[in-house]
């Protein structure tokens, strides 16, 4: 569920008819929500909108932002939330660095985006939001879509494939640094942060939390749509901050969740106290920033837990101050760093200052799984390459020396008949729907390979030492110490010689399925060259052993390793013209009937040369790769 379309359909089977927004008196539930979003997924393909375009939002709160920004994410296109408060230049700036193709804006908001709009370079269409059948949009001399179009789209989750690691939105940041940034955001990205965020603050199904933030921001987004519809809670929607209405409409929306942001916090205490400031069923209020004088003041006055946290656009819950808090927690902060986190203070060459002086937060994820992988993958290769370099010595010791090659190349045979198996469950894996991969299809191969691991344990045990290292066995002096102090040069000529074989074997093996993920292609194809060059090698290699004792070791090793090296050449040619590697629809995913798609030059459907990218390691803002869709954020868990 790493993806919003997957989460939307995952939680509308779950709790179809629960809350999940409300909005001015009016209630939808979570089946609607997903069914609303996938109708808006689904007309935007109908209108010529595509996985990988960029579609700017400018929207005030309501409804119709979230199925909007959710339809573009089952569809796999970008969505690029503007504030509704810029203008002029400002408009144009986001509009250009986003390289939006495609405008959604509301009648109300027309005038102002329409001139930006005609200065840009790359807008191929727009949608009106609202009854509305002309307006300055109509100006700009592309196709204007009407809104209530963007509702009669088919009602069904879009048959296009969406990673996790694809990138959601461009998110421009507040510019108190600099100008805004659009920081590039995966889906794993919000849908982490809502999990975090629902973990750190205590947040329940039960809970009803409200927002009045503009939701092209990600507290209102993240923090609040999101992590209500991770928790299945429900979001109770304002259309703006109004100190006199505010607890009124806690009241009329049951709200137990409240978001304050800025000066909000500040302009509710300054109100004049009241028999019913404590008149409400809110429990727990998130305040950014924080003081101790705010925190204080605002629970003993309303009633309710103060929590807090810090983040920023391109990153995650980095410290939160939790509703469980310690006594003596220094509740003027932002909170303690969080579990998902690693925090430095350092200077601008990125080296630690001291305690007590000022310097950049550098940032980056606790990713434990990623750890744990890179440990395992250590000690497999320690061992497996120790026991591959054992039995080929044993072969070589009891071998008769006419067939030596032969005999030593029988362990190659078991390590390509170990690929082919691995190569098939993996198909098998990545064959399954990407939400069953991620929540339990993973697991197959480790569980197998625990079977694998019994038996050999259970072999070796069994395999008694060679003559010859038995006899060797009785010298004092350590083999390792003796093979360093007596034959270095025939180490390092070793060393040499398997190099190129680990070498292509990395690159078959594991760059090249990773490679191909990055351009498009299916995960199968890589998958099905190993499992075939595999099979092939069973062969192949007692065949090269047998070679070698014709024609001697040298001669066929040399041959074989050029041949290896300009195999390479056309193996990357092959991955990248593989079948159903580019990111758009298939023939099964065609859009519905509708409007004209709009013709455009093709372009590169990039992140963005100009947005700055999210990165996985610290909070420095990078430039944006080329990439068609993908983004280097982690695929979070």
């Given at each position: 569920?790493?993806?919003?379309?997957?989460?939307?359909?995952?939680r509308a089977?779950?709790?179809?008819?629960?809350?999940?927004?409300?909005?001015?008196?009016?209630?939808?539930?979570?089946?609607?929500?997903?069914?609303?979003?996938?109708?808006?997924?689904?007309a935007?393909l109908?209108?010529?909108?595509?996985p990988?375009d960029?579609?700017?939002?400018?929207?005030?709160?309501?409804?119709?932002?979230?199925?909007?920004?959710?339809?573009?994410?089952?569809?796999?296109?970008?969505?690029?939330?503007?504030?509704?408060?810029?203008?002029?230049?400002?408009?144009?700036?986001?509009?250009?660095?986003?390289?939006?193709?495609?405008?959604?804006?509301?009648?109300?908001?027309?005038?102002?985006?329409?001139?930006?709009?005609?200065?840009?370079s790359?807008?191929?269409?727009?949608?009106?939001?609202?009854?509305?059948?002309?307006?300055?949009?109509?100006?700009?001399?592309?196709?204007v879509?009407?809104?209530d179009?963007?509702?009669?789209?088919?009602?069904?989750?879009?048959?296009?494939?969406?990673?996790?690691?694809?990138?959601h939105?461009?998110?421009?940041?507040?510019?108190?640094?600099?100008?805004?940034?659009?920081?590039?955001?995966?889906?794993?990205?919000?849908?982490?942060?809502?999990?975090?965020?629902?973990?750190?603050?205590?947040?329940?199904?039960?809970?009803?939390?409200?927002?009045?933030?503009?939701?092209?921001?990600?507290?209102?987004?993240?923090?609040?749509?999101?992590?209500?519809?991770?928790?299945?809670?429900?979001?109770?929607?304002?259309?703006?901050?109004?100190?006199?209405?505010?607890?009124?409409?806690?009241?009329?929306?049951?709200?137990?969740?409240?978001?304050?942001?800025?000066?909000?916090?500040?302009?509710?205490?300054?109100?004049?106290?009241?028999?019913?400031?404590?008149?409400?069923?809110?429990?727990?209020?998130?305040?950014?920033?924080?003081?101790?004088?705010?925190?204080?003041?605002?629970?003993?006055?309303?009633?309710?837990?103060?929590?807090?946290?810090?983040?920023?656009?391109?990153?995650?819950?980095?410290s939160?101050?939790?509703?469980?808090?310690?006594?003596?927690?220094?509740?003027?902060?932002?909170?303690?760093?969080?579990?998902?986190?690693?925090?430095?203070?350092?200077?601008?060459?990125?080296?630690?200052?001291?305690?007590?002086?000022?310097?950049?937060?550098?940032?980056?994820?606790?990713d434990?799984?990623?750890?744990?992988?890179?440990?395992?993958?250590?000690?497999?290769?320690?061992?497996?390459?120790?026991?591959?370099?054992?039995?080929?010595?044993?072969?070589?010791?009891?071998?008769?020396?006419?067939?030596?090659?032969?005999?030593?190349?029988?362990?190659?045979?078991?390590?390509?008949?170990?690929?082919?198996?691995?190569?098939?469950?993996?198909?098998?894996?990545?064959?399954?729907?990407?939400?069953?991969?991620?929540?339990?299809?993973?697991?197959?191969p480790?569980?197998?390979?625990?079977?694998?691991?019994?038996?050999?344990?259970?072999?070796?045990?069994?395999?008694?030492?060679?003559?010859?290292?038995?006899?060797?066995s009785?010298?004092?002096?350590?083999?390792?110490?003796?093979?360093?102090?007596?034959?270095?040069?025939?180490?390092?000529?070793?060393?040499?010689?398997?190099?190129?074989?680990?070498?292509?074997?990395?690159?078959?093996?594991?760059?090249?399925?990773?490679?191909?993920?990055?351009?498009?292609?299916?995960?199968?194809?890589?998958?099905?060259?190993?499992?075939?060059?595999?099979?092939?090698?069973?062969?192949?290699?007692?065949?090269?052993?047998?070679?070698?004792?014709?024609?001697?070791?040298?001669?066929?090793?040399?041959?074989?390793?050029?041949?290896?090296?300009?195999?390479?050449?056309p193996?990357?040619?092959?991955?990248?013209?593989?079948?159903?590697?580019?990111?758009?629809?298939t023939?099964?995913?065609?859009?519905?009937?509708?409007?004209?798609?709009?013709?455009?030059p093709?372009?590169?459907?990039?992140?963005?040369?100009?947005?700055?990218?999210?990165?996985?390691?610290?909070?420095?803002?990078?430039?944006?790769?080329?990439?068609?869709?993908?983004?280097?954020?982690?695929?979070?868990?």
């Amino acid at each position: 569920m790493r993806t919003i379309a997957a989460l939307l359909a995952d939680r509308a089977a779950r709790h179809p008819d629960r809350t999940f927004l409300r909005w001015e008196g009016t209630e939808t539930g979570y089946a609607e929500a997903a069914e609303q979003s996938f109708r808006h997924g689904n007309a935007f393909l109908a209108a010529g909108v595509r996985p990988g375009d960029h579609v700017a939002l400018f929207l005030d709160n309501s409804p119709e932002f979230l199925w909007c920004l959710w339809g573009l994410g089952a569809i796999g296109a970008v969505a690029v939330p503007l504030n509704t408060a810029a203008r002029g230049d400002l408009l144009h700036y986001y509009l250009e660095r986003s390289d939006a193709r495609w405008l959604v804006t509301e009648q109300a908001l027309e005038e102002r985006i329409a001139g930006p709009a005609a200065r840009a370079s790359d807008i191929a269409g727009a949608f009106r939001i609202g009854d509305g059948t002309e307006g300055p949009l109509d100006r700009l001399g592309v196709p204007v879509v009407r809104g209530d179009f963007l509702r009669s789209g088919a009602a069904h989750r879009p048959e296009i494939a969406v990673a996790e690691t694809d990138v959601h939105g461009i998110f421009f940041t507040s510019g108190t640094t600099g100008p805004s940034k659009g920081a590039l955001s995966p889906h794993s990205q919000p849908i982490a942060i809502a999990e975090q965020t629902v973990a750190s603050f205590g947040y329940r199904a039960d809970d009803v939390l409200y927002t009045c933030l503009p939701l092209f921001h990600v507290n209102a987004l993240w923090y609040t749509s999101y992590a209500a519809l991770w928790a299945g809670a429900s979001v109770a929607l304002g259309r703006r901050f109004s100190a006199s209405r505010f607890w009124a409409e806690m009241r009329e929306n049951a709200a137990t969740v409240i978001s304050s942001l800025g000066s909000m916090s500040d302009i509710l205490l300054k109100a004049p106290e009241s028999r019913t400031d404590r008149d409400h069923s809110v429990r727990t209020a998130f305040l950014v920033p924080t003081g101790r004088e705010v925190v204080e003041r605002f629970e003993d006055r309303f009633g309710v837990r103060v929590v807090s946290g810090f983040g920023a656009t391109e990153t995650f819950l980095v410290s939160a101050l939790g509703p469980d808090r310690d006594p003596g927690a220094p509740v003027g902060s932002a909170g303690r760093i969080t579990e998902y986190a690693q925090v430095r203070i350092a200077d601008e060459h990125g080296r630690p200052v001291p305690t007590g002086c000022a310097g950049e937060i550098l940032v980056r994820p606790v990713d434990v799984g990623t750890t744990l992988l890179v440990a395992l993958r250590l000690c497999q290769g320690l061992a497996a390459g120790a026991e591959l370099a054992g039995s080929v010595v044993m072969l070589a010791e009891v071998a008769p020396p006419a067939r030596r090659g032969f005999w030593t190349s029988i362990p190659a045979i078991g390590i390509y008949c170990g690929v082919v198996l691995a190569s098939l469950v993996g198909t098998f894996a990545y064959s399954l729907p990407q939400d069953d991969l991620l929540s339990w299809g993973w697991r197959i191969p480790f569980l197998l390979s625990i079977v694998l691991v019994v038996v050999g344990l259970w072999v070796r045990m069994r395999i008694g030492e060679s003559p010859a290292f038995t006899a060797d066995s009785r010298r004092s002096a350590p083999p390792t110490a003796e093979l360093l102090r007596t034959n270095p040069r025939r180490l390092v000529l070793a060393i040499m010689l398997v190099a190129p074989v680990a070498a292509a074997s990395a690159i078959v093996l594991v760059y090249s399925p990773s490679y191909s993920a990055a351009i498009g292609t299916p995960r199968a194809v890589p998958l099905l060259g190993s499992l075939l060059g595999a099979a092939l090698a069973i062969f192949t290699a007692p065949l090269a052993g047998h070679l070698s004792d014709r024609f001697g070791r040298r001669p066929v090793y040399i041959a074989l390793c050029l041949a290896t090296a300009a195999w390479a050449f056309p193996l990357f040619a092959l991955l990248s013209t593989a079948p159903g590697r580019c990111s758009s629809p298939t023939s099964s995913s065609r859009p519905p009937p509708g409007p004209s798609p709009v013709r455009r030059p093709p372009t590169s459907p990039s992140c963005s040369r100009r947005a700055t990218a999210s990165p996985a390691s610290r909070c420095r803002r990078r430039s944006a790769p080329r990439s068609p869709r993908r983004c280097p954020w982690p695929a979070w868990r």
